[in-house]
């Protein structure tokens, strides 16, 4: 076959809503914990590493448009 087809297998969709689930998860305990974070630098920590996994999130989504 010379042509990729254009289609998503069941695995390859069940990876990508993997990558969803584990970024979304992330960016939600990130900025649960930081709410209760009594540490600035934690909270700032957990801040930008929330706002790491939604830029990733964005991404993914992005990608499948």
């Known amino acids: ?4 087809p254009k289609m998503v297998s069941s695995k390859d969709l069940d ?5 969803l689930n584990w ?3 992330a960016v ?3 900025f ?3 709410q ?3 540490d600035n630098e934690i909270k700032d920590e957990l801040n930008e590493v929330g ?4 830029e990733h999130y964005k991404f993914i989504l992005n990608l499948l448009k």
């Open 1 to 4: 076959m010379n042509n990729v």
């Open 15 to 19: 990876f990508i809503s993997d990558m």
């Open 23 to 25: 970024n979304y998860f």
């Open 28 to 30: 939600k305990e990130c």
């Open 32 to 34: 649960n914990f930081s």
């Open 36 to 38: 209760i974070a009594t």
């Open 51 to 54: 706002n790491m996994h939604y």
